[in-house]
């Protein structure tokens, strides 16, 4: 449950207040060079921009290499975190449309203390998964690239913003994906559900193609069998058909608003919590590397099933 | 790949013009009393309301079932296609939108003459199979209930229109659902994905929650631990949170107009293409049981996973 | 749970004294020419030898094919049931050895009225998948063969008797299987341990191994990596060498002996139960083709898993 | 492929020649206390009595605990290698029956300088799975015991031999297993085969039972449902029947030995390779903690999949 993918796979531990995070990449193919400057930049990029805490996430690899290749071996790695001490102040109390009430239901506690695993701190694992994914991905020419197309304009101080998201993957090959339950386009979805915030998942012309008819959304194809419009974000059937894949991403706003609001305690009582932590006031804009993980690694997964390859040639 | 689920599974097969379609439904619980009527009405609400088609389908079941009752053995059935000869008509084209291109790119041929396995028809078998998983929620209290929000306008004579569909999963238990990847809308999302023509999903407020702050947006808690408002969609951090589970989907227009459109064949020659069979107009109604149908086995799936009851008690 | 294999997969279903058994052959590539003759052939060994039920399977594909070769979609097949009635003489006796009480206390029913699906029927199944895995496995001049060594002397009118079987594996490439938990042989023992009436698995020196040295043992290559001996059957650390893999499977006795025997009902009530019906008095040699479609379905799908093809050429 | 498993589940990471070994502990129930003097005393089982290198193996959990208790997030562990560095004396030397050829053929290196995954070194981290399983057991007061039946008799210094051992898991519920492919004896055999050196498995009377005959070997019930013998090993059908679950796991000699033995190197030409580090001369009696650790997961597994609990009461 704390797996994702299914050749290649990330399995990842630790919890925001704990000493570290880190994971498991299992099924990354041997020979692959870890350019540890490029997954150090795709770190900042989700470390850097925010104006809540600054991470500066040092990533350590302790197995799956000999000579800065992967070996077939899984690759673990560590990330230290700077903040590890218990989170005192939260105790008891079921922070507002955050993971606390459902973590008692579950497991019994709420997780405050240690920050559980639903926090945005959890994400900085994925993106390290993500980076060998790209890499594997740029010897294919394939690249992914996200953009935060708007955020929710907040009036109040303290308040936090939702934000719309943006995603494309270029180069794909066409046949990735099966034709019914494991469409490319519902793994997909899967992976940004995923995401801490996410609300929802679209491709192509995603809720607007509710409101439009056959005759104006068909993609009609030319005599070299490019694409003369790309309406169905490069999924047909579920399959890939060789065209830009193109997908957006919507988050709620962040649910630890600095501003005072009514909620219960474990035991039902009554209590006003505000948030003194120094989160972001939005998923976006760190959110960008994190969502480009998430498609990477389940494009190489589908890659690396290789079940477009499963044709007999007679 | 052909196969939905991790504990309730269904494993399903058949072409639109083969003999047959079925399925393997396999780790329903043993004892479970097969309500026929039940199923009989379910398919009915598929087969019946189309301006196109009509489907009279009967299933037969032939294993896991003793005196009524599922026996905990996988239960087989099928259901016959009416009209089951090849479909001679399209050969060697690719159809604007369709399966055509990317079976070809991926299988080394169209499929066109079989129907293959992206058509409507195969969700006859997940009507069946989410059927089953119905009867297995209704012991316990769960309803599962899709309608259509709106259809697009159609202007010209033979065009489709795109639809948006909610549903609405009532009375869940808390606690369903993993905190990372497994979250519970992640899998609601992916079986969306996998209805054909599905372009979108959201939950909760969805993508509106893009536009939205945080003291807006935050469901807060009574002291009985019920919820003042759900813009979550029952949903949080992935864990349902025993309010209704809400969210939306998406299909864009069937891809089959009754209008000439251009496209090649398969080997690139220009053709004119004009659909002559007799496809509904648009994906709703009869896609609402479908829905439904997913829904309900992703939920089941996640209750017979039975993770919410890792608990141990001190 | 009535699936085998991860990328090739054989769901099955079907009771002894149900209409019929059947299978959904998922993950089979497109293009493979399903030689009738061929199947026919296999379920025919399975069929012929023994001296209980003649068995004249008939197995009818119903999709995933088109002009006699596979589409990529699944293929499905049935084969019908002659003595499709329930089995009314065995009603409440848990017999001996045999299936009834763990089916009681698992299901709470002892499926002696349908016969189940631990009997030697649904095993019809596994050879029709094995049959389309040789198939894929003769493209690539891969055999595998099965043998009997031994059966155990009856002694007494009514009697069944153990047997030990060989087989081999010859024509595989070195490199499948993976070195920790997806071990090639250990696949291949769980395939076979999932053999009704199966109590033991070695590969190469099995069990005699454990009386050897290391200066005996050892296979020490050649200069063009041959092996001059193979006492480690053809996997070393879980990974095949390109030698002929070689293991032997035990078989106890059928439990159906006609001869009366003390047991319980289902309310602890002693009772004399002799078996009456017109099972065979040894697993082998009918187990031969189901042996050789088990090797076969693990071989192909460690084939088209295709992890050892996951090397980047630097 | 570096995870066992399915609910209760050990991604393992590490190399013997590298920094540590480690591994996440996924699904796990929170709530249990981890004892950590007896996971320490299952490593000193597993450390202690061979003649080789003794490895004084400290592990440090980082995450999934919140006062020393299991919290339902995953449990990540670490165990420093005190003998980190690459092993510089092996290079190029395909080792006779080792894994460094099959590493060539698979990954494009032989392992030989980090000492890869196959070597003993990897089941430090089956023994802390192990442990933590056994813990879950404990509470439903099931326990598991090896003990070595004989090691091979060794003739010439710096031999090495091979070791039969036996396993019983006391206190078993029956209804554990399915029927057909995941039968838990199966999943057993899989786990067996899945360690190092490992050649062979049997249930019960195993490989006997291939000469006993029906008569003998049906295992008879008394009306309390007792069973008067238990050949079959505590599981009939691939279902456990509430007896001792009793099997045996044949090792072969570890390949290592100090005497000299012809082989070639990476590019086929004859070297004469004599081993020269301080393994042991057998992998019994280290191996018990490991063939424990393997059956205590594949049990707690079955027991927390519940699918013995998939029954509607009517």
Redesign the interface.
């Known amino acids: 449950?704390?797996?994702?993918g299914r050749?290649f796979?990330l399995?990842?531990?630790?919890?925001t207040h704990?000493?570290?995070m880190?994971g498991?990449i299992?099924?990354?193919?041997?020979?692959?060079?870890l350019d540890m400057d490029f997954i150090r930049h795709e770190l900042d990029r989700r470390a850097l921009p925010g104006d809540g805490r600054r991470e500066s996430d040092k990533v350590r690899f302790?197995?799956?290499l000999?000579e800065g290749?992967t070996?077939?071996?899984?690759?673990?790695f560590f990330i230290d975190n700077e903040d590890g001490k218990p989170n005192a102040a939260a105790d008891g109390v079921?922070k507002?449309?955050?993971?606390s009430?459902?973590?008692k239901?579950?497991?019994?506690?709420t997780?405050n203390?240690?920050g559980?695993?639903?926090s945005a701190r959890?994400t900085v694992c994925r993106v390290v998964g993500g980076a060998v994914a790209k890499l594997l991905l740029r010897?294919r020419n394939i690249t992914v690239a996200a953009e935060t197309l708007?955020?929710?304009?907040?009036?109040?101080e303290g308040?936090?913003?939702?934000?719309?998201v943006e995603c494309v993957i270029s180069g794909l090959p066409?046949?990735l994906g099966?034709?019914?339950?494991?469409?490319f386009?519902?793994?997909?979805?899967?992976?940004?559900?995923?995401l801490?915030a996410c609300?929802?998942?679209?491709?192509?012309?995603?809720?607007?193609?509710?409101?439009?008819?056959?005759?104006?959304?068909?993609?009609?194809?030319?005599?070299?069998?490019s694409f003369r419009t790309n309406?169905?974000?490069g999924v047909?059937?579920?399959?890939?058909?060789?065209e830009e894949v193109r997908f957006?991403v919507?988050?709620?706003?962040?649910?630890?608003?600095r501003?005072a609001?009514?909620?219960?305690d474990y035991f039902?009582?009554?209590v006003t919590y505000t948030a003194s932590n120094r989160n972001d006031a939005c998923a976006a804009p760190r959110v960008l590397p994190v969502v480009e993980a998430m498609a990477a690694m389940t494009t190489i997964d589908f890659i690396?099933?290789?079940?477009?390859?499963?044709?007999?040639?007679?």
């Open positions: 449950m704390n797996t994702f050749i796979r399995t990842d531990f630790g919890e704990g000493p570290c880190g498991v299992d099924g990354c193919p041997s020979g692959l060079l302790v197995s799956g000999y290749r070996t077939g071996a899984p690759v673990a079921l507002p449309s955050h993971s009430f459902v973590y239901e579950k497991y019994g506690h997780c203390e240690q559980g695993r639903s959890q010897e708007f955020t929710a304009r907040i009036e109040t308040d936090t913003a939702g934000a719309l066409a046949g099966e034709p019914v339950y494991d469409k386009d519902a793994r997909l979805a899967a992976a940004m559900l995923s801490p609300k929802g998942f679209e491709i192509g012309e995603g809720f607007h193609a509710a409101e439009m008819c056959g005759t104006q959304y068909n993609d009609l194809q030319n005599s070299d069998f309406h169905d974000g047909q059937a579920g399959i890939t058909n060789g957006r919507a988050f709620k706003p962040i649910p630890s608003v501003v609001q009514q909620t219960v039902g009582n009554p690396l099933l290789n079940t477009n390859k499963l044709k007999i040639e007679n």
